[in-house]
Each structure stands twice: as structure tokens, then as C-alpha cells.
């Protein structure tokens, strides 16, 4: 099957930094990937649609200026999270869409597991 | 309201036996997918099986069986011959089929977490 890939795996930072965390599609092309936040033994929620070559939709709540998304290439898209604060402490999936030839099969990267101090 | 409802935040299995997990879903659609996805400790989301409105039979993949009922709006994931190595997250899915191609998102309910017990 398709491979997302997700970098770094794991972040600690402090608290006002920022940090950015990479999405790569390595064996096919996706012009739109999805980033999610998922709490501790919660659900996957959709932050964003990233689509290539255009402004990113957000969902309802998600501050654009605190969580930026671009997506550059057909492979990469990219989630800054600014100024982050122990609230943003969360894991972070990315994921695209790959036709199989039935439907539209959801592949996930293995997701980011971001810590705020 | 909520789209994807799963009841079970927790079941126990013996290894060995067969389990099934709940999902109920909400759509006024005629034409929408449903996904069933295990998340181990590591955090990854393993694409498990899906099950399109359409599908007579009932979808199978291996282990894995989906309990289709159109009438009812459930899609119960049923395991069969359970493994220590089932023991996970699992989430069900749903995605809506609009008119003309386009695709809803990717809804997820809260997922029920499946302990396999030796």
C-alpha cells in the first residue's frame, strides 16, 4: 500500500517556540493530505485539508495563524504549530487519499507526538 | 449530533475467541463508505476494512468480518480467533458520498480499546 511518511516521530519543546512537522507521500502523489490532533484516549480530529499549490481549509475552531500549513509539492506538506503552549501538547497525523480503484483508501503517517514544557 | 457512535469504550476477549465491536452511524446519504481502523500504543492507524452503501455482501478481510446492517445504520466489526496482537485502539470510520464525485471527509467515532486477554 501507499506510504506516509512523518517527521520528527516525537518533540519536546518550549513553550513559544515553534515547531514544524513534515508529511511526505513517498511512493505517490497527493494533492491533498489531512492533518488531524488526537488528545490522549480520544478520537482523530480533523484539523485541516491541505490542498497542493492552495491555501489550506481549516475546520471550525482551528486558529489558521496558530497552526500553518503549506503544501508545497505533490508530496510534502508541512504543519507549524507557532508559539506553541502545553495546550498544543497533543499527536499529530497526517494522512492522504489514495484511489484504489473502489474507493478513496485513507493512508496515515505514523503520526507526531508533540510535548510542550 | 453525532455521526459515527461507538458504545464500547472497553471490551475484554480470550485469546482465541471471537469479538465484536459496535458502531452505529448517522447519514441522510444514499451513497457513503465505511471504515474500521486499529491504532496500537505505537499511535499508527491501520486500515482494517471498508464497507461501501451499495455492498451486498458483507465485506471480510482475513480475520476481520463487518457486520453490515443498512436498515439499522450499524457496521459492527467483528474479530474472529482473537490475538494477543489485537489488542488496540479501534475506530470506525465514515465518509459521505456527494452528488457529482466529490467525497466528504473522514469522520471518526471515539473508538472502543480491545484488550486481548492469554
Known amino acids: 500500500g501507499a506510504v506516509v511518511s512523518q517527521h520528527p516521530s516525537r518533540v519536546i519543546c518550549k513553550s513559544g517556540t515553534s515547531v514544524k512537522i513534515e508529511c511526505r507521500s513517498l511512493?505517490?502523489?497527493?494533492?491533498?493530505m489531512f492533518w488531524y490532533r488526537q488528545f490522549p484516549k480520544q478520537s482523530l480530529m480533523l484539523m485541516a485539508t491541505?490542498?497542493?499549490?492552495?491555501?489550506?481549509?481549516?475546520e471550525q475552531g482551528v486558529e489558521k495563524d496558530k497552526f500553518l500549513i503549506n503544501h508545497a509539492s505533490l508530496t510534502l506538506s508541512t504543519l507549524t504549530v507557532t508559539s506553541a503552549h502545553p495546550e498544543d501538547s497533543s499527536f499529530y497525523i497526517c494522512?492522504?487519499?489514495?484511489?484504489?480503484?473502489?474507493?478513496?483508501?485513507?493512508?496515515f503517517g505514523p503520526g507526531t507526538r508533540l510535548t510542550v514544557l | 449530533a453525532q455521526k459515527i457512535t461507538q458504545t464500547q469504550p472497553g471490551m475484554f476477549v480470550q485469546e482465541k475467541e471471537a469479538v465484536t465491536l459496535d458502531c452505529t452511524y448517522d447519514?441522510?446519504?444514499?451513497?457513503?463508505?465505511l471504515f474500521w481502523y486499529k491504532q496500537p500504543s505505537s499511535g499508527e492507524m491501520i486500515f482494517l476494512i471498508y464497507?461501501?452503501?451499495?455492498?451486498?455482501q458483507n465485506a471480510t478481510e482475513g480475520r476481520y468480518s463487518l457486520n453490515f446492517q443498512k436498515a439499522r445504520k450499524s457496521a459492527n466489526l467483528v474479530i474472529s480467533a482473537s490475538q494477543l496482537g489485537d489488542s488496540a485502539m479501534y475506530f470506525c470510520?465514515?465518509?459521505?458520498?456527494?452528488?457529482?464525485?466529490?467525497?466528504?471527509?473522514?469522520?471518526f467515532g471515539k473508538g472502543t480499546k480491545l484488550s486481548v486477554k492469554p
Open positions: 464497507q461501501g452503501s451499495y455492498d451486498e
Open positions: 447519514t441522510s446519504d444514499q451513497s457513503y463508505g
Open positions: 470510520a465514515m465518509r459521505e458520498f456527494f452528488y457529482g464525485g466529490s467525497q466528504g471527509n473522514l469522520i
Open positions: 491541505s490542498n497542493e499549490g492552495s491555501k489550506a481549509t481549516y
Open positions: 511512493d505517490f502523489q497527493a494533492t491533498t
Open positions: 494522512s492522504a487519499n489514495v484511489f484504489t480503484g473502489l474507493f478513496n483508501e485513507q493512508f
